[in-house]
């Protein structure tokens, strides 16, 4: 089972840098087009930000993964993924990959983590 949600831990590390990111180049939540409130170190707490997972999320992830298992970390993996294509950030990363190479590598993590959690494993 560790083996099966070691990837949260991964994830949890990388959304914490990407929080910081988020914040410095003021990246702002834009799920899905929408606009929220708040500035982005307020959105980072509550809802993520345009490249990061909300930082209770990242915090409490890997220890669900550890208590819960293999559906645990399922349900955080399809949750992660879907955050993290609903952002227009998301889209100008696949559009123009080079122009910003931390935005890029930040990016490809929050896809790639949880699209690797959700493939079936063989035995």
Known sequence: MQRRTAWL?????VGA???VAAI????????FGLRFPGTVAMQAATIGTGISAPLPALLI?????RLRGGS??????????VGALGEPAAWRVVRSPSRDRVL???VLVNVVLPLLALVPRSR
């Open 17 to 19: 840098l990407a929080t």
């Open 104 to 106: 890029s590598a930040v």
């Open 24 to 31: 410095r180049r003021s990246e702002p939540a834009r799920l």
């Open 72 to 81: 645990a970390s399922t349900a955080l993996a399809s949750a992660f993924l």
């Open 9 to 13: 831990d991964h994830y949890a590390a």
């Open 61 to 65: 992830a890997p220890l669900v993964g």
